[in-house]
T-cell receptor, first 117, second 115 residues
Framework: EAGVAQSPRYKIIEKRQSVAFWCNPISGHATLYWYQQILGQGPKLLIQFQNNGVVDDSQLPKDRFSAERLKGVDSTLKIQPAKLEDSAVYLC???????????????FGPGTRLLVL | AQKITQTQPGMFVQEKEAVTLDCTYDTSDQSYGLFWYKQPSSGEMIFLIYQGSYDEQNATEGRYSLNFQKARKSANLVISASQLGDSAMYFCAMREGRNFNKFYFGSGTKLNVKP
């Protein structure tokens, strides 16, 4: 079974530029998550999709971050314009259902390392 | 208040010895789930073990066990017979919420296994 795929693996941009990350979850997984992991910290959930609907985006900085999951499969996360503090690893994860299952774990992709100069 | 607290930024353990990584959590929910993940230097998060809030027995998965003390709101990870490949960051996490759609990670513990 193929895991969660993410691209690109690394990205370097200058502040005020835009950047987009792509994620393809495990086949058949209904729920998709985007996390931001700043160096030395644990991941912070940015947004959660159930199929192609948003379940939770309370920690997404909506003035500059956006995400979509068209057709309920792969997803893109965009930052526009980027700031220095956006430098982090962006992790994508998926789980089979995501709702009403306290024991359901998430499967993570390798992440995209973003450096904003 | 922090949802997940890991008070040990770094730990050392001798190869083949056991080590305990601490985790405390904060929730008012009756039903929740607790997880431990391993993050090697490659960056990918690897699921290790899960404990449900209603589980009466501590979870075990191979060399990993979870010391769950519900009244103290602690969920410590015990790694027995440490191996050099266990050197990594370890994160404690919790799933809670009405639809279990809230997921929180701690700040992590860096484990170094010495030969």
């Amino acid at each position: 079974e193929a895991g969660v795929a993410q691209s690109p693996r690394y990205k370097i941009i200058e502040k005020r530029q835009s950047v987009a990350f792509w994620c393809n979850p495990i086949s058949g997984h209904a729920t998709l998550y985007w996390y931001q992991q700043i160096l030395g910290q644990g991941p912070k959930l940015l947004i959660q999709f159930q199929n192609n609907g948003v379940v939770d985006d309370s920690q997404l900085p909506k003035d500059r971050f956006s995400a979509e999951r068209l057709k309920g499969v792969d997803s893109t996360l965009k930052i526009q314009p980027a700031k220095l503090e956006d430098s982090a690893v962006y992790l994508c994860a998926s789980s089979p259902r995501g709702d009403r299952r306290e024991g359901e774990t998430q499967y993570f992709g390798p992440g995209t390392r973003l450096l904003v100069l | 208040a922090q949802k997940i607290t890991q008070t040990q930024p770094g730990m050392f353990v001798q190869e083949k010895e056991a080590v305990t990584l601490d985790c405390t959590y904060d929730t008012s929910d009756q039903s929740y789930g607790l997880f431990w993940y391993k993050q090697p230097s490659s960056g990918e998060m690897i699921f290790l073990i899960y404990q449900g809030s209603y589980d009466e027995q501590n979870a075990t998965e191979g060399r990993y066990s979870l010391n769950f003390q519900k009244a103290r709101k602690s969920a410590n990870l015990v790694i027995s017979a440490s191996q050099l490949g266990d050197s990594a960051m370890y994160f404690c996490a919790m799933r809670e919420g009405r639809n279990f759609n809230k997921f929180y990670f701690g700040s992590g513990t860096k484990l170094n296994v010495k030969p």
